[in-house]
């Protein structure tokens, strides 16, 4: 089995080869290495990405907005995501953004795992009938493990998830009303014994 540390250097070095900078390809490495960590297909994507890449031309796209589309390539992956990240910060004002026509998203996908944790936010991802949450880049939730990830988004949507609690007040009450049973009363022996309370003064 490939050590995660190979698989990211391979990767950084085999996008060096297949034309970006060394800037570029290093993020690429990081990403194949986060999707092989989680168990998605990385390196069985990017090698037929750079197989499509040696006899199609595909679309970059620089500033990202609201709604982003192309109609007539599809849009790189790997430019797209490296906007992704070097753009979080601006463009999670934005709330929901959407693509059109995006090359093997799943590589897009590693990227956004990535800016979720720049953000502190989950971002919902979602395209064609596929949904997916990445959690601040610990782990990916989706409906498409143990099955063939597509090779194009169609339509891809991008929602920011506010952070907010997955329990109601209620129940934050009665889990700490039951917690206070741990509680004790500070009696005078444990004064004494409790941090920086010796009767004595060593210095």
């Not at 589309?69 to 992956?77: I, V």
């Not at 490296?82 to 999670?92: N, P």
């Amino acid at each position: 089995m490939r050590s995660l540390s190979e698989i990211e250097t391979t990767a950084k070095r085999a996008s060096r080869a297949g034309g970006f900078s060394w800037g570029i390809s290093e993020e690429v490495g990081k990403s194949i290495r986060l999707l092989e960590l989680f168990g998605l297909p990385g390196i069985k994507n990017l090698n037929q990405y750079y197989e499509d890449k040696n006899i199609k031309k595909f679309e970059t796209l620089g500033l990202i907005g609201e709604k982003n589309s192309s109609t007539h390539k599809l849009f790189c992956p790997i430019i797209l995501g490296v906007s992704f990240l070097d753009q979080i910060k601006t463009i999670e004002v934005l709330k929901k953004i959407e693509f059109t026509n995006i090359s093997y998203p799943i590589i897009f996908l590693s990227f956004v795992s990535r800016a979720s944790e720049i953000i502190g936010k989950k971002i919902h991802m979602r395209f064609d009938k596929n949904d997916i949450l990445l959690n601040l880049n610990i782990n990916i939730y989706s409906n498409l493990f143990n099955q063939e990830f597509p090779n194009v988004a169609n339509n891809l949507h991008i929602e920011f998830v506010d952070n907010k609690d997955n329990f109601t007040d209620l129940e934050w009450k009665n889990l700490y009303k039951l917690s206070e049973n741990t509680f004790v009363e500070e009696s005078e022996s444990l004064k004494q014994s409790g941090a920086g309370a010796g009767l004595t003064d060593n210095d």
